[in-house]
C-alpha cells in the first residue's frame, strides 16, 4: 500500500519560506520518483518539481526555478520542497505523489497522493 502525506504548509508573507514535507510509507523510496504538484483555485492542477529515485535528477517548472529546491532522504523515506522567495501566485494546496521509477509533469500519471497540504502567501 503506497502512501504519502504531506506537512509543512502554513501562511507566509511575500518573500518568505516554507519547507514542505512528503513522509511516505508502503513502499520502497528508493524505486519511486515524487513530484509535487499544487492547485489553485479555479485551475487544473499543475506540476511544480520531481526528482528521480536514483541519480539525482530533478525538475521544476519554471515558475519555480531558481526558487524551489527539491529533496530526498531515502533513508527517512522524506521527500522535502524548500520554497523560498515566495509569492502570491504560488498560493495553493500543495500535493505530493509517487509513481515509479520517471518524473512526470502529468498529475494522472501519478497513483499515489496525499491529501494536500495549504500554502497561502499574503501580507
Known amino acids: 500500500q503506497l502512501r504519502v502525506v504531506e506537512s509543512g504548509g502554513g501562511l507566509v508573507q511575500p518573500g518568505g519560506s516554507l519547507r514542505l514535507s512528503c513522509a511516505t510509507s508502503?513502499?520502497?523510496?528508493?524505486?519511486?520518483?515524487i513530484g509535487w504538484f499544487r492547485q489553485a483555485p479555479g485551475k487544473e492542477r499543475e506540476g511544480v518539481s520531481c526528482i528521480r529515485s536514483r541519480g539525482g535528477s530533478t525538475y521544476y517548472a519554471d515558475s519555480v526555478k531558481g526558487r524551489f529546491t527539491i529533496s530526498r532522504d531515502n533513508a527517512k523515506n522524506m521527500v522535502y520542497l524548500q520554497m523560498n522567495s515566495l509569492k502570491p501566485e504560488d498560493t495553493a494546496v500543495y500535493y505530493c505523489?509517487?509513481?515509479?521509477?520517471?518524473?512526470?509533469?502529468?498529475?494522472?500519471?501519478?497513483?499515489?497522493w496525499g491529501q494536500g497540504t495549504q500554502v497561502t502567501v499574503s501580507s
Open positions: 505523489a509517487a509513481r515509479l521509477w520517471t518524473c512526470s509533469d502529468s498529475a494522472p500519471a501519478f497513483g499515489s
Open positions: 508502503g513502499f520502497t523510496l528508493d524505486s519511486y520518483v
